[in-house]
């Protein structure tokens, strides 16, 4: 608090350090962002529209099944993550040891893969005649054939798992180093204590990287209320068999550019910021990402 | 510390590469040229205009075609629009419904082609060709190449089991029963693609597209629907007529190549190379084609049709002339043999003929496929429309999934006709049903 | 206990590495086989060399050798792009975690919520800002939108908030951050972590960005590799049946398609291998692993 206070007394000193980033980000952000929001609440001809795109846009009848394909999927991906990328980010920091570096590049680089590549490896790894994991795919997705790996009540599992394969590997990294930032002294004075691994890792490690847990919650929620890409492959990879429309996001896609419906579009982007936004704001005011002190 | 130093050292670099490189403005109408769009698969036509026509300026740009449900061309032309500049003097889509859309607002692409091309070389498409060219009475596009429904058929293994090729659907069930009783694994057709609809039920006359002016006509109750949804169910039930997609790893290993379980296959012209050939590897000296199947005893037959890319010609080009040269070559000219020879049915009458030729002996087939490929052109049904929304995903979501599961196509089309009505008042069409 | 654990550990680690590795593991040997292979053999049988170089000769052959100027492009755009993001993010986040300049909070709120905003929503409004710019169609038009990272700024600033020890936390506060030489004294030396996490992800997030260029690049020969690859996909019959019997002279085929795609990667391992090497080095007070 005492240093808190004494900020105002520092004024602008420190700013001329953010200006080339405040030029970029109104540039590339802030201003796209409000156009979008502009585009959002004004028809097509520019006048102001109220509430009616995001009534028209809701009252869209594939708005309700897109969102709730997207709240079944955050929930199962985001379950995922936190359990997983923690657990593995303490696991790998455990001990020092040289398999943990490789440990990490092996989790991080599907993250590599982008597009094209995961719709090739997905299609294959999801036909149970060709996959090399077919035997999780009989038996823990029931599926014998490709259609039925991607029937419509197993496609949140099947994105959440894409998404998890695709994106952990990065989220461990940032953990990884996170944890590296605890300085050993802390960790050696708990030892004495008798601490073991797992209370050192629970009680001591955890509460150290909650801030960038908390940092990947709120954009993990984002993300994934925003879903787009994982759907997207999938319905390449599988020639439409899953609909282009699965998403709340992708239906504002198609909205925009197939129908030309901008502002129905901007309406629904708009639902989406304002979830994540209000994920942010329980997150932040329940962990206090944002204040200094740690 | 060193980085510190590096940094500036690194952007200055960047920045000077980058200047001296940016500004190079790629697509767009040039002024002494034209811009032509196409896919990998066309681009060789364009370089081949490019080299005969070394006067001419082109300059090609390769896409992904706006082939399988991409949104690509709406995305572009939508951003062109806005803003006021970039449009290609000529584009080539994946797509045969796209020139419906490029026509209409908002898009407002596509340039009639009346005064662009002559009359007596536009009346040498066969007249469905021609039919779906047209938007609002205006032609606005050529079709590059024609995609018939015709019956493939294994000539070596049908010939193995003693079994007669079927001329109508009737017969090709009875067969169907039988072989699912006699060799059980072997299949007459796939009904699991994005578009089988196209193959079994455009054929067979189901008013699910069918536009009245503005109108589009969804009827699954029609009796053209449900007779041949009721053939069909029997043989989905036993196996010979599976709903798996032809282009899965799954159906290559249960059907293709060392299996060779496709006794017979309704699909269009260019499954001889893509399905076959590539995807399921069934060995040369077997396949040929066969007349595309009748219902009964009614005439005239009418059959399907799974693709027709054409080519359109932009509005906004500054060069009309020389982008109608351009199409006007490509599709009534450019006619390359031996491998580099064009991938599909060429849709310019005059000009199928050559390549029919050519086709006749290809030592891939086991007997002639031309004259049946021929028969089936000028048989595609009039009375499914193209329109600006996309059938497929539709089918393959309400349908396609729901059979694997077990459920008959008869219990589906309401579903089917309920949700492509869905999908036709989302783009604004009024619909109306029996 | 401390052996079961120990075994535990190593059991979570291998069986996660197996699920990571084990798709990769089937692409890396994709291109060693034939196209019918890919389907009829199993899935982590060997091919042969041979047919690794037969799909290089088809994928280099694709559209006049129009591959390796797509690498080219992408390791333009990324490399040019990364470079601005670390000199306009790491001194941003030193300043924000450390700064007292009015409006640091809602500089860090914005940054945030222009994050939360879907990438689907910002096409329209960028090609409109970059068309009033006169830049559609230039490099820049890809390499400025990409130079803005938001999640560059809030790496730099959790890492500085987080992880400096107090002393030198407070020497930095006194100064208020406001001064190149206590930037150069305090941020810098322990920067190198925050740097490398920074230059690895955005240069991964550019390398691997699709949606950007596909919307305002419109030549070819501009494409980065990720729409490169997009229009290779689309080229494989097997994904794409309208290509209509095209495969055969295009060439492109499953194997080649996994080719390409493998090729793609090699620059995201490097730059992440070695901004690994500096993530777990040269941490705070020598209290380092490994």
């Not at chain 2, 694994?185 to 455009?202: P, Q």
């Not at chain 2, 390549?355 to 002639?368: I, R």
């Not at chain 3, 990364?82 to 914005?110: H, K, Q």
Request: proline letters at 6%; hydrophobic letters at 50%.
């Amino acid at each position: 608090m005492r240093v808190a206070r004494s900020r105002g007394l520092h004024g602008w000193r420190g700013f001329a350090f953010v200006v080339p980033y405040l030029i970029v980000l109104v540039a590339f952000g802030i201003l796209p962002v409000l156009y979008a929001v502009k585009l959002a609440f004004t028809t097509d001809g520019g006048g102001w529209a109220g509430f009616r795109n995001f009534t028209h846009s809701a009252g869209d009848y594939r708005f309700m099944s897109a969102l709730g394909h997207v709240l079944v999927f955050t929930s199962v991906w985001l379950s995922l993550l936190i359990v997983f990328v923690v657990t593995l980010a303490l696991l790998l920091h455990g001990r020092a040891s040289r398999s943990s570096a490789a440990y990490r590049f092996l989790y991080y680089i599907p993250g590599a893969l982008a597009g094209a590549a995961s719709v090739l490896v997905w299609l294959f790894m999801l036909d149970p005649s060709v996959s090399p994991g077919s035997f999780f795919v009989h038996h823990v997705l029931g599926a014998h054939l490709f259609v039925e790996s991607i029937a419509p009540g197993k496609l949140p599992l099947i994105f959440a798992m894409i998404a998890f394969w695709t994106g952990a590997g990065g989220w461990v990294v940032v953990m990884y180093g996170a944890l590296n930032t605890i300085p050993q002294e802390l960790e050696d004075a708990a030892r004495i204590d008798g601490a073991g691994p797992l209370t050192l890792a629970l009680r001591i490690k955890l509460p150290l990287i909650r801030k960038w847990i908390a940092y990947m919650v709120i954009l993990s929620f984002a993300t994934g209320t925003q879903l787009f890409v994982e759907p997207q492959l999938v319905n390449q990879a599988s020639l439409g068999m899953v609909p282009d429309t699965w998403s709340s996001n992708q239906l504002a896609y198609q909205l925009a550019f197939r129908y030309a419906d901008f502002n129905s579009a901007a309406a629904i982007s708009v639902d989406l910021l304002a979830i994540g936004l209000l994920g942010a704001v329980v997150i932040i005011s329940r962990t206090g990402l944002f204040k200094v002190e740690s | 510390m060193k980085q510190r130093r590096l940094w500036p050292a690194v952007v200055v670099t960047a920045l000077a590469f980058v200047s001296a490189c940016g500004g190079s403005s790629g697509s767009g109408s040039a002024k002494d040229g034209i811009t032509v769009w196409v896919d990998a698969a066309r681009l060789p036509a364009a370089q081949a205009y490019a080299k005969a026509h070394p006067d001419k300026k082109v300059h090609v740009v390769t896409f992904d075609g706006d082939g399988n449900g991409a949104t690509t061309l709406q995305t572009k032309i939508q951003l062109w629009n806005r803003s006021g500049k970039g449009w290609p003097d000529v584009i080539f889509s994946e797509q045969a419904n796209d020139p419906v859309w490029m026509a209409k607002a908002p898009f407002d692409f596509a340039a009639p082609l009346e005064k662009l091309i002559p009359e007596n070389v536009r009346s040498q498409w066969p007249q469905t060709s021609t039919a779906q060219c047209t938007v609002g009475g205006k032609q606005v596009c050529l079709q590059d190449n024609l995609a018939q429904v015709v019956l493939w058929v294994n000539k070596k293994q049908m010939e193995a089991f003693g079994y007669t090729v079927p001329t109508t659907w009737q017969d090709w069930a009875a067969l169907g029963e039988k072989v699912a009783k006699e060799h059980p694994g072997y299949i007459v057709g796939n009904i699991g693609d994005s578009f089988s609809h196209w193959i079994y039920l455009w054929g067979n006359q189901c008013p699910l597209q069918q536009l009245e002016g503005d109108k589009v006509k969804i009827d699954p109750t029609d009796d053209h629907c449900t007779r041949a949804a009721a053939l069909f169910d029997p043989l989905i039930k036993n196996g010979t007529l599976p709903p798996l997609s032809v282009f899965t790893p799954d159906f290559a290993k249960k059907y293709g190549g060392a299996q060779d379980k496709v006794l017979l296959m309704p699909g269009p012209s260019w499954y001889a190379q893509a399905v076959f050939d590539q995807a399921l590897h069934v060995p040369a000296g077997e396949m040929t084609a066969a007349n595309p199947l009748q219902w009964g005893s009614e005439s005239p037959v009418t059959t399907g049709q799974v693709g027709g890319g054409p080519w359109i010609i932009s509005k906004h080009s500054k060069n009309s002339a020389a982008a109608a040269d351009f199409v006007t070559w490509v599709t009534t000219v450019f006619n390359p043999t031996g491998k580099d020879a064009r991938p599909g049915y060429p849709a310019y009458a005059p000009l199928a003929e050559k390549w029919l030729q050519a086709l006749a002996s290809n030592p891939y087939f086991a007997a002639d496929p031309t004259p049946a490929l021929k028969t089936a052109a000028d048989q595609v049904w009039a009375g499914w429309n193209l329109v600006t929304y996309p059938d497929q995903p539709v089918w393959s979501d309400k349908v396609v999934t729901k059979m694997v599961a077990g459920d008959s196509l008869s219990s589906l089309l309401p579903t089917l006709g309920s949700a492509l009505g869905d999908a036709a008042k989302a783009a604004g069409y009024s619909v109306v049903g029996n | 206990m401390a052996l079961l654990l120990r075994g535990a550990r190593v059991a979570v680690l291998a069986a996660f590495g197996v699920f990571f590795v084990g798709p990769l593991l089937w692409l890396v040997l994709a291109p060693t086989k034939s196209d019918h292979e890919l389907v009829s053999r199993g899935p982590f049988t060997f091919g042969s060399i041979h047919h690794v170089a037969l799909a290089w000769k088809h994928l280099y052959a694709f559209s006049d050798h129009i591959y390796l100027t797509w690498i080219g492009n992408s390791l333009l755009y990324a490399v040019t792009a990364t470079a601005i993001v670390l000199v306009t993010a790491i001194p941003a986040g030193y300043c924000l975690a450390l700064g007292s300049f009015p409006g640091r909070r809602l500089v860090l709120t914005l940054t945030l919520v222009v994050m939360m905003m879907p990438a689907a929503a910002l096409v329209l409004p960028i090609f409109l800002e970059l068309n009033a710019l006169h830049l559609i169609g230039s490099v820049l038009s890809v390499i400025l939108p990409f130079a803005f990272f938001p999640f560059g700024v809030n790496l730099a600033y959790i890492y500085y908030s987080t992880a400096l020890p107090r002393e030198l936390l407070d020497a930095a506060r006194v100064d208020g951050c406001g001064e190149w030489g206590t930037f150069r004294r305090v941020a810098l030396p322990l920067a190198k972590p925050v740097v490398a996490l920074v230059l690895f992800f955005s240069f991964v997030s550019d390398w691997n960005n699709f949606f950007l260029p596909y919307t305002v690049l419109g030549d070819s020969k501009q494409y980065p590799i990720q729409v490169g690859l997009s229009t290779l996909l689309s080229s494989t019959p097997s994904f794409n049946p309208a290509v209509g019997g095209g495969g055969q002279q295009v060439g492109i085929f499953r194997p080649e398609l996994a080719l390409a795609t493998l090729v793609a990667v090699v620059p995201v391992a490097i730059v992440f291998m070695l901004s690994q090497r500096s993530l777990v080095r040269g941490l705070v007070g020598g209290g380092v692993k490994e």
